[in-house]
């Protein structure tokens, strides 16, 4: 058994004195979570200690793994440079882990290295394990970053972590870094959200359960909405266990300055094929497939034909012969977006009608969201199961002259300046109030923040 043992831990830098000069006892349950686990983890004495962290090198479609022999780091952005050390790779490790993983597909390696010095996601839980004692000559460990892809590939990368540890006779001890939602309270540094102690009560509960089914199926809005940094890596950690007898246990959870901080323990047993997630997960992605096209009306529909049509034969599709009236018979500017793993994937559409009639223009628009958005690369046929649609049917632009005329959850807005103009959406997540709606659009248009614009405004109706 290459893994006997991982934990969960937050990384406020404020946790320590040097940082938090006196602020860091607001905190003392996390401190104390984190000094148990610290001295749990001398005692297993681990070969390596892998780190996953949300603050290292991050890349959209790849894991960074650090490179070379040795890092150093220290908190001098935090005004504490004394706090300092250095660190041993386990190179040999890293190699073995970015081989296996080329050979599996998934994107991962040592290249890519933008900044060498070890991030506070990493430093803290570090500082932590040197102040109780661990053998920094002969320990060596692995920094880890995330990516922007899918739960599914996150936990995969942590199955293939295990496996090559395993290979290679590692004992490896396994620290998933991460805080929870940045927005618990009005007053915090990141203001608040209803989504921000929901996601932090499910994860907390997920993780105390070593459920981690739930962990990957959590519902991307709320963890949008909740600006969380560790979820990733938790689902990395996740992998790692799989096929493992796991207990968990909760040491302490708190939000004192407006942000998530939990700590879970994992004791690690034997095999346990019950606990095979991965396949679980592609049973609920299928099952979730069927109840979302189940669901799907009839413009939606349109557009995942069309979308799927094309990517498969590079041709348009045919408009079905039973579509109603309304999509026939009426003309319409349309949008059609689509989203993969939480994530936009391609937005195209028309504010005017520019087809004989509304099926035709999201006929068209489906094909251009999934194709010529200069933002992405074209859809492939391997995507398609993991897209989600909604169509959004504008209706006629109206001129406005006030911006309090404006609702960032009813209209969309269209800004112009000469011949630039832009477009953005309404009630778009993350979009919360109109000066962000208007900057984004200005930013579409390439208008400057500070240049004067003429507005719009327009109400859709959105199709799931």
């Avoid at 934990?7 to 938090?20: C, K, S």
């Avoid at 995969?156 to 006779?169: K, M, N, P, V």
């Avoid at 989600?388 to 006629?396: A, I, N, R, T």
Wanted: glycine content about 8%; hydrophobic content about 40%; aromatic content about 8%.
């Amino acid at each position: 058994m290459s893994i006997i043992g991982a934990v969960v831990v937050p990384h406020p830098p404020i946790i320590l004195p040097e940082v938090g000069r006196g602020e860091e006892q607001k905190i003392s349950a996390t401190i104390n979570a984190y000094e148990e686990i610290s001295r749990r983890v001398v005692e297993l004495n681990p070969d390596t200690v892998i780190i996953t962290s949300p603050h290292s090198v991050m890349y959209a479609d790849y894991f960074h793994i650090s490179p070379g022999a040795q890092a150093s780091g220290s908190m001098a952005q935090f005004r504490a440079p004394q706090v300092n050390l250095t660190i041993d790779y386990d190179a040999e490790l890293a190699k073995k882990i970015s081989d296996d993983a080329q050979a599996l597909n998934i994107p991962a390696g040592t290249l890519g290295e933008r900044n060498s010095s070890l991030d506070h996601g990493t430093m803290i839980p570090l500082r932590f394990l040197q102040r109780a004692g661990l053998d920094f000559e002969r320990v060596k460990f692995l920094r880890i970053g995330l990516s922007g892809m899918s739960a599914q590939i996150h936990y995969q990368f942590g199955q293939t972590i295990a496996r090559a540890a395993d290979e290679l006779g590692r004992r490896i001890f396994f620290l998933a870094s991460g805080d929870l939602s940045h927005k618990l309270k009005a007053d915090g540094p990141y203001g608040y959200v209803e989504e921000g102690p929901m996601f932090d009560s499910q994860v907390m509960e997920n993780l105390s359960g070593a459920d981690f089914l739930q962990l990957l199926t959590m519902d991307e809005r709320v963890c949008s909405r909740a600006a969380e940094c560790g979820l990733r890596s938790f689902w990395i950690m996740a992998g790692a266990l799989d096929r493992l007898n796991v207990t968990a246990q909760r040491l302490s959870y708190e939000g004192t300055f407006g942000v998530g901080y939990g700590v879970v323990w994992f004791d690690v047993g034997g095999a346990d094929e019950r606990r095979n997630f991965a396949e679980q997960l592609t049973a609920f992605k299928a099952t979730e497939l069927n109840r979302r096209k189940a669901s799907e009306d009839v413009y939606v529909k349109l557009a995942r034909l069309s979308l799927e049509t094309f990517v498969r034969t590079h041709k348009p599709a045919e408009l079905p012969d039973d579509l109603p009236a309304e999509m026939i018979e009426r003309r319409a500017g349309a949008f059609v977006s689509l989203h993969k793993d939480g994530n936009l994937r391609g937005c195209i559409g028309t504010i005017m009608a520019t087809q004989k009639n509304l099926a035709q223009e999201i006929l068209t628009n489906a094909i251009s969201a999934c194709s010529r958005d200069p933002r992405f690369e074209p859809v492939t046929a391997d995507e398609l199961d993991d897209i989600v649609y909604s169509v959004d049917v504008l209706g006629e632009p109206e001129r406005i002259f006030d911006v309090k005329d404006l609702d960032v959850h009813r209209y969309g807005v269209i800004v112009e300046n000469g011949a630039r103009r832009g477009l953005l959406l309404p009630d778009l997540d993350g979009v919360d109030t109109v000066a962000e709606q208007i900057a984004i659009a200005k930013r579409k248009a390439g208008i400057r923040a500070d240049e004067k614009v003429l507005l719009w405004r327009f109400e859709v109706v959105r199709h799931h």
